[in-house]
């Protein structure tokens, strides 16, 4: 059996270079009614387009642009290429005129024979092909372009991403570039790019959208269009329905909130944003949803300070409270300023508590590598000290600990790019942020830029803690920050990636474009298509 498989792939793979051959078996197979034996699956757009292309002709021309532009939409993976799509037909909608990039992967890690993915391809332009002319589209699967040398600025990118991608597939942040995994991934990504190079070439797109930007052929295809100097967005979602992350020439998930926060840092707070405030944190810090936020942030509601003092064996010393980010998490790549890594930071911070039994030092590892396969920074600790003395204590991802109770009894927060550093602070807690993220910088936080300017500070809040506790003023700055980041940086948007046909049913091109909502969505789709975000006016409709 094992060798009839491997003869199937092999011709397979002799197929896949021959013309025509895969297209003409697809076609054969339509004929029989047969599905593509694959997870690459554009069954509900397919289903969804006819619904779709009827409600854009429903569109008021009053909503339509004076000034369109010609737009370049690119998405890798079925479920990038499905919403990439519906983001695209409503920019059709409006009067753009957008074209979809887009590569016939079912996931990034595994390979699948150059037949099997001809078929795919065959499979994906055949449904895209019905959204036409709304919506014209591009295959990047060229074959022809693949014999073409990358300049050295590309092969660049192509290194950058495929490193990413290894620490995001592997949860690790060593790159072994020996391994199966980066050779894959580089070759992936160098084709993209090779397909980008053709394209760009002969088209000059007003505006590249790419969903993501920092991972995959999508990291390469955004970097490549800024590098050109295109005018570039990306987006992304977080747990808020209704709401996108989105930013303009630069990658979405290095959350640049500079722009909003010099708008947002001299306003206050009106009392039912206030409200709102504490009541999103009373949510998480009690294991509870809120409103149209869809994720938990704590898996064990809260127990109080003493109790989990006691619980984990922690006496009166000052605690010191270090919680991790998930190994190669999108928040937490690229963003070194002085390190060479999280996990380099760990185990150095690691390393220096363990001569200071005067302080107790607890680990939190974050629970969401229960979600994530590859390394945990368990491994990484114990591979430095397999036996931890008493007064460093970890906490595992799975472990029913609240850790907001942690927050309450902690002295000092030692944090990457986690929002528990600026959740501290708006307890009055003195916290030191070791990453890019971005509350750092914003005025209630330590920032160090050298391991002697860390260790510096590191100790100095030790000797004297008291005098590194928050003002009410900077505690004040601290909540008004939180609820930018939560309320003013996310705008609407009414199709969230992963339930955009329920959102759809509900909210319909013809629904969000309507006198009643428009206003709304407006502005996101401008800010889409590259109009400059007016963080200003963001701001003051919350207001």
Request: proline share 5%; glycine share 6%.
């Amino acid at each position: 059996m094992t060798a009839a498989v491997n003869n199937k792939e092999t011709i397979k793979q002799l197929l896949g270079y021959l013309p025509w051959t895969a297209e003409m078996y697809y076609q054969l197979r339509q004929q029989y009614n047969k599905p593509l034996n694959s997870r690459f699956n554009l069954g509900e757009l397919e289903k969804h387009i006819p619904k779709i292309l009827e409600d854009i002709s429903g569109v008021d021309e009053s909503v339509k642009t004076t000034e369109p532009k010609s737009i370049f939409l690119f998405a890798s993976l079925h479920y990038w290429i499905t919403h990439a799509s519906l983001v695209g037909l409503s920019l059709a909608a409006l009067g753009h005129d957008v074209t979809l990039g887009y590569l016939p992967y079912e996931d990034w890690l595994t390979d699948v024979s150059a037949f099997d993915l001809r078929q795919q391809n065959a499979y994906a332009r055949q449904v895209l092909s019905t959204a036409e002319p709304h919506l014209k589209n591009v295959s990047f699967l060229k074959i022809t372009a693949q014999y073409r040398q990358l300049t050295p600025a590309l092969q660049d990118i192509v290194t950058e991403v495929s490193h990413l991608d290894c620490m995001y597939t592997l949860r690790n942040e060593e790159v072994d570039e020996e391994s199966g995994l980066y050779k894959f991934r580089m070759d992936r990504n160098a084709r993209a790019a090779r397909v980008a190079m053709d394209y760009f070439e002969e088209n000059h797109p007003d505006v590249v959208i790419v969903p993501n930007g920092t991972i995959q052929e999508m990291g390469v295809v955004f970097r490549y269009a800024k590098h050109l100097g295109l005018k570039t967005v990306t987006y992304e979602f977080s747990d808020r329905r209704d709401h996108m992350w989105l930013a303009q020439d630069e990658e979405v998930m290095r959350q640049n909130t500079a722009p909003l926060w010099e708008v947002r840092k001299n306003t206050s707070l009106t009392n039912e944003q206030w409200e709102e405030i504490r009541a999103l944190f009373s949510a998480r810090q009690n294991a509870t949803l809120w409103e149209n936020f869809s994720r938990l942030w704590q898996g064990q509601p809260s127990e109080g300070g003493e109790a989990i003092r006691q619980n984990l064996g922690l006496d009166e010393r000052p605690i010191v409270l270090l919680p991790t980010n998930v190994l190669g998490d999108s928040l937490t790549l690229g963003r070194n300023i002085f390190t060479k890594s999280m996990e380099d930071w760990v185990c150095r911070t690691l390393q220096y508590f363990l001569g200071r039994p005067d302080i107790q030092l607890v680990i939190r590892v974050h629970p969401g590598e229960m979600l994530a396969e590859g390394q945990s920074i368990v491994d990484v600790i114990k591979s430095v000290v397999p036996e931890l003395p008493k007064h460093i204590v970890i906490i595992p991802a799975d472990e029913k600990v609240n850790t907001y109770d942690l927050m309450d009894i902690a002295t000092l927060g030692l944090v990457f790019t986690t929002t528990v550093g600026m959740e501290m602070a708006m307890r009055g807690k003195p916290v030191i942020v070791i990453g890019d993220t971005h509350y750092r910088g914003r005025g209630f936080t330590l920032d160090p830029y050298s391991w002697v300017q860390y260790y510096k500070t590191l100790g100095g809040v030790l000797q004297e803690p008291q005098k590194y506790m928050l003002s009410e003023e900077d505690v004040k700055s601290a909540w008004l920050y939180a609820y930018s980041f939560f309320f003013d940086y996310p705008l609407p948007f009414p199709w969230h990636l992963v339930k955009k046909w329920n959102d759809y049913s509900e909210k319909s091109i013809t629904h969000i474009t309507s006198p009643k909502h428009w206003q709304r969505y407006r502005d996101t789709f401008a800010y889409l298509v590259g109009e400059p975000i007016d963080w200003q006016q963001v701001v003051e409709k919350k207001n």
